[in-house]
Nanobody, 117 residues
Framework: QVQLVESGGGLVQPGGSLRLSCTASGFTSSIYVMSWYRQAPGKERELVASITPAGGSTNQLDSVKGRFTISRDNAKNTVYLQMNTLKPEDTAVYYC??????????WGQGTQVTVSS
């Protein structure tokens, strides 16, 4: 069974940090582009960052540049999102995505990140 499982979310104060993890099973995740998306209440899902099989990464949102870092460990079938200096506007459900080409596209169930004092 193809599966992506996110973990590491929670409640943190503004300025705090979290590291999200996404572990893949049932497919060869090392050849997929892996991404983190997020969706806040009442807003559309948006791409946060992506990382290629070779490890090249981009932050898609100007609002997270300098604060969020995506990385992957292909040997562990895991992708990470290190989130520092968290802000209330970062509050969202964060989803892991694996994509190969234009058709194959897997999603995790999401993990809640809440930034509040």
């Amino acid at each position: 069974q193809v599966q992506l499982v996110e973990s590491g979310g929670g409640l943190v104060q503004p300025g705090g940090s979290l590291r999200l993890s996404c572990t893949a099973s049932g497919f060869t995740s090392s050849i997929y582009v892996m991404s983190w998306y997020r969706q806040a209440p009442g807003k559309e899902r948006e791409l946060v960052a992506s990382i290629t099989p070779a490890g090249g990464s981009t932050n898609q949102l100007d609002s997270v540049k300098g604060r969020f870092t995506i990385s992957r460990d292909n040997a562990k079938n895991t992708v990470y999102l290190q989130m520092n200096t968290l802000k209330p506007e970062d509050t969202a459900v964060y989803y892991c995505n694996a994509r190969l080409g234009k058709v194959t596209d897997f999603w995790g169930q999401g993990t809640q990140v809440t930034v509040s004092s």
